[in-house]
Each structure stands twice: as structure tokens, then as C-alpha cells.
């Protein structure tokens, strides 16, 4: 699918052309196909810039915050946020399920069971968060004190954000949702559009609310509901119509029935149920790490959560990558070349790390710097620095996990991922964090920790992604095509 086309790099957005000159050095070297280059950076650049909004966002609101109230309130929003990020955990799980269904129908032209597949993930991702509503709204401080220990002014600013960001919850697996339909439409471009227009539009009325009405944590939760509510809208119009004014998506819902069936249903909570539990495994993980953490101070919790706003965006490339991997792989699968769905993996997967390898030798030469842009308290920025450096090691071994993992979501194969999610978090990551509350290594611990979380699940789903059976779970998935489709 798809064919070979000449770039002119001078031509291009600054993000896509790096991209490519990476991918074009690869080649050269015979690590990767040319012509593979092209589409998966076609395909992933856009997420990727999506990421970087997204998580610049989450990074805006944790320095804004840092600023206007200080180290305490960053540490109460990292203290809601294992709450808050449920709803990715479930939503994103979901949406995996989703890419799965869609990119497979789109490959084999099956329209209509497309459009079952799109309706049935958004179904369900209503249905799972609404008790996340219910529970974060009523109760925000008894839940943000169980990990919160005696940090009593984080525990306030905690409850007070996680109840306004509850309000967000479904809006931001429905999101999920859109976004992975149209990628596995092989349409990275539109969900780039909406969802980072609605980042920026968070930081703006996060800044406003924060700055300009002086709503401390409740103004940031508050730019982050109403942004949700109308990247929302946008993906709820577009599927419906077939796009947005001078913008036109690759698939169209119909508002008309039917608007459910029990197999696809029954096909999604299949695939998606590991991928939800791989997600909610490692949201969960960060519950008992920050009761660890917690142990150490306020000031240490600060400083891990600057540094996981760091590796998230320094993690970006993963979301293009993995999707598109999921995306091209899952075309392949859908028309039985298993081959070729096998070789994109591979190369997505060489180009996935090469990518981390340049953004983790970048941070880590400013690492001190861009502490200093979160926070300039002496006692907290010699903390943060330790954390990018662990945090640049670290993000390599992701890349290597979500390109392993995409292959595998592809192709329905999605119990692995689980599984070394939850060695890496629970068997190796928490137990490791703990050494520094029960032996002389300290914090040093929680550096460890941030780095084998990452290291033991790269390990797994490379070693799945190798076996190839991932190929032959696929076709317990694949549509059958109808002479109409």
C-alpha cells in the first residue's frame, strides 16, 4: 500500500524533515528500506507532534503551577495524577482495541464493519469511565491522602485538582478513541489537527484560569475539562459528517443504525482487555511508588514529577511510532502479508530507537537547564537533574517496548505487553524503589527504579516481537470481506 514519493525536505515542517534525514541516514546504512521511511514518517510525524502538545500541556501545568504556588502544589498534581491518568489507562486501552479493528477492515475495504468497530469503542469507553467520575468527584482528598502520606498542603492541592479533572474523564478516552480511528484509516494528520489545537488551547486557558483569575490547581484542571469537551465535539462531528469544515476524514460514522453488534464488541474487549490491564498496571504502579517517594519529601516528589513530565516528552516519538506500526502492520495483516507486516515492524522498530537514542543525548547535555525551567529552588534542582539523566537512559528501552508494541497491538497479540508491563513495574520497578526506604542507597533507588521499569518490559516484547507468533494470532482477527466490501 502506498507508494514511493520524492521529498524535498527544504519543503518541509522542521519536525517531519528531522525525522527524515534520520530515517534516510538509516537507510543508507541498510538498516532500514527506503521507501518505508517515507510513510512511516508520514504516518507518525503528526502524532508526534501531537504527543509533544499534549505532553507540553501536562509540562506547562505542572510549571505554571510550580511558579505560581510552588514545589507543593507540583507535588499535589502529581499526587492526582495516577488518579487522573486512569482514564488514559482505560481509554487508551480501548483505542488500542480500536486501531486493531479499524487499520485491519480499512486494509480488507470492509466499510461497514469498520464504521461497528469505531461505534462499539466509543460505547465502551463511555461505559468504563463513568464510575472514575462518580469516585473522583465525591471523593477527591480521601483518595489523594492514601498516597499522599503527611504531605497535608500536596493532599489539598491533590483533591482539589482530581475533583475538577473528573469531569474530564470520559471526554478523554472518547479522544483516545477518535484519534487511534482515523490513524488506523492510515490518517495521522486530522487527529494532530484537533488534538493539538486542543492542547494549546489547554495551556492558554490553563494560564488564564491560573494566572489571570488566580485559580491555583483548580484553574489548570479547569483548562484541561474544557479543552477535552472540545476536542470531543470536533472528533464526535467529523466521524459523523465525514469531516470538518476544509477538513475531511477517511471514514464517515453513520448516525443511522445499526449501532451495535455483539461479536465486534465482543472482538474489542478481546484484544483490548490486556491492553487496558497493560495500562492500568502501569498507571497502578504509580501509586505505591509515589507513597515510596513520598517518604523522602515533598521536594523529591517535585522533582520525580518534573522528570516524568520530561520523559514524557521525550517519549513523543513512541506515540508516532507504535501507532504507525500498528497502523501499516495491521493493513498488511488485514490482507493475509504477513511478510511485509513483518518487515514494517522490524524497520519501524530500528527507526523507533534511533530516533530516542538523538532526543536522550540532547536532554541529557541540558539536563540542568531544563530543571531550571520547572522549578529554581536550590534544594529541589540538584534532585531533578539525577532523575533526566536516569530518565534518558530509561526512554531508550521505551522506544524499544512501544515499537515492539505496536507490532503486537496490531496484530490482536496484546497479553504480552501485559505481561512485561507488569514485570517491569511490580517484580523489578516498585521492589527496587523500596531498597532506598530499607538500605543506605536513598533516592539513588528511585534513579534505579525509573530505569528498570522501562529496561525489563523493553526486554519481553522484543523477544515476543522476534518469535513471530504475534503473526499467527492475527488471523483469529482478520475480516471477512464481503463481495459489497
Known sequence: MGSIRSVSIRNLNPIRAAILYLGFGLARL???????????????????????????????????????????????????????????ALGGGIAGGTIALVSQRYGAGADEQLAMAIKASALVAVLVTLPLVVAFWFLPGALVELIGGQNVDAIVYGAAYLQVVALGVPLAALNLVGSRALVGCDDAWTPMIVRAGGAIANIVLSAVFIFGFGMGVVG?????????????????????????????????????????????????????????????????????????VGLFGA??????????????????????????????????????????????ANDILRFAVATYVVVAVVTGVFAEQIARLFVDDPAVVPLVVPFIYAACLGVIFQGIEGGAVGALRASGDTKWPL???????????????????????GVVAIYLAFVAETFVPASITYYRLRTGAWKVVSRAYRPEVSPGD
Open 220 to 292: 489548570a484542571a479547569l483548562g484541561t475539562v474544557l479543552a477535552d469537551a472540545v476536542v470531543t465535539a470536533a472528533f464526535g462531528i467529523g466521524l459523523a459528517r465525514g469531516g470538518l469544515p476544509g477538513v475531511p476524514f477517511p471514514t464517515q460514522v453513520p448516525i443511522s443504525g445499526p449501532h451495535f453488534d455483539r461479536e465486534t464488541v465482543h472482538q474489542l474487549v478481546e484484544i483490548a482487555t490486556p491492553l487496558v490491564l497493560t495500562d492500568l498496571a502501569r498507571s497502578g504502579a504509580q501509586f505505591p511508588k509515589l507513597w515510596i
Open 299 to 344: 521536594n523529591v516528589v517535585a522533582a520525580l514529577v518534573i522528570a516524568e513530565r520530561i520523559r514524557g516528552l521525550m517519549g513523543t516519538p513512541g506515540w508516532g511510532f507504535s501507532l504507525a506500526s500498528s497502523s501499516l502492520v495491521g493493513q498488511e495483516l488485514g490482507t493475509g502479508a504477513e511478510t511485509e507486516a513483518e518487515a514494517w
Open 30 to 88: 541498510g538498516l532500514i528500506d527506503r521507501h518505508r521511511v517515507v510513510r512511516a514518517t508520514d504516518l507518525s510525524w503528526p502524532r508526534i507532534v501531537t504527543g509533544l502538545a499534549r505532553m507540553s500541556k501536562s509540562a506547562a501545568d505542572v510549571a505554571m503551577v510550580g511558579i505560581a504556588i510552588g514545589p507543593a502544589a507540583i507535588a499535589g498534581v502529581g499526587f492526582a495524577a495516577p488518579f487522573h491518568s486512569l482514564a488514559f
Open 419 to 441: 505481561y512485561a508491563k507488569l514485570a517491569g513495574l511490580y517484580v523489578v520497578g516498585i521492589p527496587v524503589a523500596y531498597l532506598g526506604v530499607i538500605t543506605p542507597l
